[in-house]
C-alpha cells in the first residue's frame, strides 16, 4: 500500500468545520482513498472512501486533488463525539480483499 | 444485524498461560482480519482469513500465535505462553469481499476489541 502522511494531531471547536488533510504523492491510479476512525476504547470505523470525485456522505465530506496527491476529510459541524483518531489509508482496486495498512493517523480533539 | 462481535470484552492472563480471542464477523462476511493495537501506539495487521484458510499472515509472529476461522463458528486468535508485552487490544474485522466492486470496495467493519493484560 502506498504511503500517506497525516498531521500528528489536530485540533477544533464544536460546532465548527475541520479539514483535516491528507498527502499521498505516490498514489497510483488504481488506489481508492479511504478514511477510518477510532473513538476512544473502540474499534476503528469507516468513514469515507473515493476515487477520483469529491464524495459526501451523512459523516462527512472528502475532496480529493486534481492530480489525487493529496485529499482533505470535511467534518462540517464537528461535536464533541468527533473526538477520535483519523485515519487517511490507500486501498489498492481491484485486486480482491487486502489488509487495511494504518499509519498514526491525526488526533483530533474538539473544544467545547 | 449486529455487527462484529468480539469475545471477551478483556482478558486476563499469567504469564505462560493460553488466550484465546473470539471473534464472530457480520452475518455474510466471509473474510476476517485480526489487527493488535499497543498501548499509545497504531494498529498493525497480523492476520486475514477466509473460511478455512489463512490468506495473509505476514505480520502474525512466527511463534505461539495461531488465528483459525473455521467452516461453522467464531474466527479464534489463539496465544500460547503468553507474556507480558502480549498486552494489548486486539481488534477483529470482517467484510464482503465483492471484488471489482466500487461501491463497497471492501470496507471493514471492526469490533469493539479484547483487551489482553498479562500479570
Known amino acids: 500500500d502506498a504511503k500517506t502522511t497525516q498531521p500528528n494531531s489536530m485540533e477544533s471547536n464544536e460546532e465548527e468545520p475541520v479539514h483535516l488533510p491528507c498527502n499521498h504523492s505516490?498514489?497510483?491510479?488504481?488506489?481508492?482513498i479511504h478514511w477510518y476512525r477510532q473513538l476512544p476504547s473502540q474499534g476503528p470505523e469507516y468513514v469515507i472512501h473515493g476515487l477520483t470525485s469529491n464524495v459526501n456522505n451523512r459523516m462527512a465530506s472528502l475532496a480529493i486533488a486534481e492530480d489525487r496527491k493529496s485529499s482533505t476529510l470535511i467534518l462540517h459541524r464537528a461535536t464533541l463525539r468527533d473526538a477520535a483518531v483519523y485515519y487517511c489509508i490507500l486501498r489498492a482496486q481491484p485486486q480482491g480483499a487486502q489488509k487495511l495498512v494504518f499509519g498514526q493517523g491525526t488526533r483530533l480533539t474538539i473544544n467545547p | 444485524n449486529a455487527g462484529v462481535m468480539q469475545n471477551p470484552r478483556h482478558l486476563v492472563r499469567r504469564r505462560g498461560q493460553e488466550a484465546r480471542l473470539r471473534c464472530s464477523p457480520m452475518k455474510g462476511h466471509s473474510h476476517v482480519y485480526w489487527y493488535r493495537q499497543l498501548p499509545e501506539e497504531g494498529l498493525k495487521f497480523m492476520v486475514y482469513l477466509q473460511k478455512e484458510n489463512i490468506i495473509d499472515e505476514s505480520g502474525m509472529p512466527k511463534e505461539r500465535f495461531s488465528a483459525e476461522f473455521p467452516k461453522e463458528g467464531p474466527s479464534i486468535l489463539r496465544i500460547q505462553q503468553v507474556v507480558r508485552g502480549d498486552s494489548a487490544a486486539y481488534f477483529c474485522?470482517?467484510?464482503?469481499?465483492?471484488?471489482?466492486?466500487?461501491?463497497?470496495?471492501?470496507?471493514?467493519?471492526f469490533g469493539s476489541g479484547t483487551q489482553l493484560s498479562v500479570l
Open positions: 505516490t498514489i497510483s491510479g488504481t488506489d481508492y
Open positions: 474485522a470482517s467484510s464482503l469481499n465483492l471484488q471489482g466492486d466500487p461501491a463497497t470496495n471492501e470496507k471493514l467493519f
